[in-house]
């Protein structure tokens, strides 16, 4: 039997949910290109970890939901070549209907299809790999594996990053951010829990990271003005807990 895909609405904000109480996306109808959800603008951290120098290029995003993390580059980032890969042509057409996703075009791609299936199959590379694949149990099934992680690093360019949405509540988010953590030779960093339990993990290929917490603080306060989107809490929370050992994040 095919998932229900439900809408709602509440206090300005279009919701997203497939058949259960999780919510899949959402949107606040009069800021339509902004990340309303904690955990999507988490995501988008990697946009202070590699700021400059045009970073990134060209972007996957497997799981479109509402299409938050895809309108935000799309809006924010008119340079970048985004391709996204989503299972359910259904959740296509929710985006389309009820969340203002964009039409494709020389800057937008949309495959349907499976993301693992995609990323074990292409040659493209990516600067930023953006993976938010659940079902309607908050089961995100073979994009957290192993061989889908080691897949993905091979598919990043040699400035890559890939964010990955993990439940921080569910049984095996240990195991989860350990999978990550050896697919990347330690080049990995799991962000503490949201309020809403969702834990945002970082990997990293090619040129190294280091960054004092003043130099992040500043890359946040440089993506707040450009976007209007503020990590600069995401920073304090990082600090305090114990995640920039000497001062410094190193990935």
């Known amino acids: 039997m095919s998932t229900p895909i439900d809408i709602s609405e509440k206090a300005g904000v279009r919701y997203l949910h497939f058949g259960s109480e999780w919510i899949q996306g959402a949107m606040r109808i009069r800021r339509p290109?902004?990340?309303?959800?904690?955990?999507?603008?988490?995501?988008?951290?990697?946009?202070?970890?590699?700021?400059?120098?045009?970073?990134?290029?060209?972007?996957?995003?497997?799981?479109?939901?509402?299409?938050?993390?895809?309108?935000?580059?799309?809006?924010?980032y008119p340079h970048v070549r985004i391709q996204v890969v989503e299972i359910e042509p259904r959740v296509v057409a929710a985006a389309r209907q009820c969340f203002r996703l964009p039409e494709p075009d020389t800057r937008l791609a949309l495959h349907i299809g499976c993301g693992a299936d995609y990323v074990f199959n292409t040659t493209r590379h990516f600067d930023y790999i953006l993976v938010d694949g659940y079902d309607r149990n908050a089961r995100a099934g073979v994009l957290d594996t192993l061989p889908f992680y080691q897949a993905a690093r091979s598919r990043l360019s040699d400035t890559g990053l890939i964010a990955?949405?993990?439940?921080?509540?569910?049984?095996?988010?240990?195991?989860?951010?350990?999978?990550?953590?050896g697919a990347f030779d330690d080049r990995a960093i799991a962000f503490p829990s949201c309020d809403s339990g969702n834990v945002v993990a970082f990997?990293?290929?090619?040129?190294?990271?280091?960054?004092?917490?003043?130099?992040?603080?500043?890359?946040?306060?440089q993506l707040k003005v450009r976007t209007g989107m503020d990590l600069v809490p995401t920073i304090t929370r990082l600090e305090q807990a114990g995640s920039l050992p000497g001062g410094r994040l190193v990935l």
């Open 33 to 76: 290109n902004a990340l309303e959800l904690a955990y999507t603008r988490e995501m988008m951290a990697g946009l202070v970890l590699r700021a400059g120098d045009g970073w990134p290029k060209t972007a996957l995003v497997i799981g479109l939901g509402a299409a938050s993390l895809t309108k935000f580059l799309y809006h924010h």
């Open 164 to 181: 990955v949405n993990l439940f921080g509540r569910a049984r095996g988010f240990a195991a989860s951010v350990e999978r990550i953590v």
């Open 203 to 221: 990997g990293a290929a090619g040129e190294p990271i280091v960054l004092s917490v003043d130099e992040l603080r500043e890359r946040a306060r």
